[in-house]
């Protein structure tokens, strides 16, 4: 499998999550996407994105995602997403195909009417989530990268 570039609209945004995720720290290009809209997941807080016309999602690109991190990036999204190829306009300008995990059609009933809001989560959502990462899934820390 060949290295893929990975559109981040949710808490992957944050290095912090990222790093705890994929044990690597990545750097990214702003991007906006086009015709989707980000909702948060009921009684969590992260997001999941749906089609819609004329919405936009802002969020970050990661260039050059290695087979080995992309399948802890699938592992940690994990069965409720998957993964879809888009178009999204990079900060400057220009066009790039890239995949983002999208909720799968049978979950979407999960999101709220709340739109998600990456400022709102890192000043109230960030060590919460964090937390859960750490406490509730063991098996992801437990991997050794961290």
Same mark, same amino acid.
């Given at each position: 499998m060949s290295k893929i570039d990975l559109f981040c609209y949710g808490t992957l945004q944050s290095p912090m999550v990222m790093k705890a995720v994929t044990g690597q720290y990545f750097s990214?290009?702003?991007?906006?996407l086009d015709n989707w809209v980000r909702y948060r997941v009921h009684q969590s807080e992260y997001p999941g994105i749906l089609p819609q016309a004329?919405?936009? @999602?802002?969020?970050?690109?990661?260039?050059?995602?290695?087979?080995? &991190?992309? %399948?802890?990036?699938? !592992?940690?999204?994990?069965?409720?997403?998957?993964r879809?190829?888009?178009? @999204?306009?990079?900060?400057?300008?220009?066009r790039q195909q890239v995949q &983002?995990? %999208?909720?799968?059609? !049978?979950?979407?009933?999960?999101l709220s009417q709340e739109s998600w809001d990456y400022d709102r989560f890192l000043e109230n959502g960030l060590a919460?989530?964090?937390?859960?990462?750490?406490?509730?899934?063991?098996?992801?820390?437990?991997?050794g990268d961290l």
């Open positions: 990214g290009k702003k991007a906006l004329d919405a936009q @999602v802002p969020g970050v690109v990661f260039f050059a995602i290695d087979p080995e &991190t992309l %399948a802890k990036l699938d !592992e940690f999204e994990g069965e409720k997403y998957e879809v190829e888009v178009s @999204v306009t990079l900060e400057g300008g220009n &983002t995990f %999208a909720i799968r059609r !049978e979950y979407r009933h999960l919460r989530f964090i937390s859960w990462f750490v406490e509730d899934r063991r098996d992801f820390s437990d991997r």
